[in-house]
């Protein structure tokens, strides 16, 4: 299957700062993006669809000034939790869809956990 | 309803015993369908998909969909230890967009 990367794993950080997670589809080209936060034993819960040269679309509930995404190539987009507050802290999961012949399939990376203190 | 309902589990299975989870799906329209595995504090990994009616097999797991039932399933055939983990089936729907399903919790017992 195809490869998607997600850096930084994991990161801890102090209330008030911002942190930007990176997401890239290494083997094939992602013209979207989506971004998911998952809690403790609850599923995936999409936050936002990234499109690469437009302006991402938010799920109902999730602020757009506090999460930022830039999907600025075809391989590579960028999630900032700005100002972030410890109930930010979750584990933050990217996908990439490849689009081929029949159909499309989501890729996920590898998640970043993250912890604001 | 929620768009895609799957039994939360857990689901228990002895070793080498076939494991069943089952999906279904609100949206007539969706035409493709997917199973992820999550291991616990891992990020979910594709299994298998599938875009037609009938069944598809890959090595030990065998997806079948029902698009008439709005019904899609997971067959593990001998189940080992380290297929213990949750199972997430996803729906494209037909409004562009993928829906996941809350997840079967899995535990093959030695």
Same mark, same amino acid.
């Given at each position: 299957?195809?490869?998607?990367?997600?850096?930084?794993?994991?990161?801890? !950080?102090?209330?008030?700062?911002?942190?930007?997670?990176? !997401?890239?589809?290494?083997?094939?080209?992602?013209?979207?993006?989506?971004?998911?936060?998952?809690?403790?034993?609850?599923?995936?819960?999409?936050?936002?669809?990234?499109?690469?040269?437009?302006?991402?679309?938010?799920?109902?509930?999730?602020?757009?000034?506090?999460?930022?995404?830039?999907?600025?190539?075809?391989?590579?987009?960028?999630?900032?939790?700005?100002?972030?507050?410890?109930?930010?802290?979750?584990?933050?999961? !990217?996908?990439?869809?490849?689009?081929?012949?029949?159909?499309?399939?989501?890729?996920?990376?590898?998640?970043?956990?993250?912890?604001?203190? | 309803?929620?768009?895609?309902?799957?039994?939360?589990?857990?689901?228990?299975?002895?070793?080498?015993?076939?494991?069943?989870?089952?999906?279904?799906?609100?949206?007539?329209?969706?035409?493709?369908?997917?199973?992820?595995?999550?291991?616990?504090?891992?990020?979910?990994?594709?299994?298998?998909?599938?875009?037609?009616?009938?069944?598809?097999?890959?090595?030990?797991?065998?997806?079948?969909?029902?698009?008439?039932?709005?019904?899609?399933?997971?067959?593990?055939?001998?189940?080992?230890?380290?297929?213990?983990?949750?199972?997430?089936?996803?729906?494209?729907?037909?409004?562009?967009?993928?829906?996941?399903?809350?997840?079967?919790?899995?535990?093959?017992?030695?």
């Amino acid at each position: 299957g195809a490869v998607v990367s997600q850096h930084p794993s994991r990161v801890i !950080c102090k209330s008030g700062t911002s942190v930007k997670i990176e !997401c890239r589809s290494l083997d094939f080209q992602a013209t979207t993006m989506f971004w998911y936060r998952q809690f403790p034993k609850q599923s995936l819960m999409l936050m936002a669809t990234s499109n690469e040269g437009s302006k991402a679309t938010y799920e109902q509930g999730v602020e757009k000034d506090k999460f930022l995404i830039n999907h600025a190539s075809l391989t590579l987009s960028t999630l900032t939790v700005t100002s972030a507050h410890p109930e930010d802290s979750s584990f933050y999961i !990217c996908s990439a869809r490849e689009e081929r012949g029949a159909g499309e399939t989501q890729y996920f990376g590898p998640g970043t956990r993250l912890l604001v203190l | 309803q929620k768009e895609v309902e799957q039994n939360s589990g857990p689901l228990s299975v002895p070793e080498g015993a076939i494991a069943s989870l089952n999906c279904t799906y609100s949206d007539r329209g969706s035409q493709s369908f997917f199973w992820y595995r999550q291991y616990s504090g891992k990020s979910p990994e594709l299994i298998m998909f599938i875009y037609s009616n009938g069944d598809k097999e890959d090595g030990r797991f065998t997806a079948q969909l029902n698009k008439a039932s709005q019904y899609v399933s997971l067959l593990i055939r001998d189940s080992q230890p380290s297929d213990s983990a949750t199972y997430l089936c996803a729906v494209g729907t037909s409004y562009d967009k993928v829906i996941f399903g809350p997840g079967t919790s899995l535990s093959v017992i030695p």
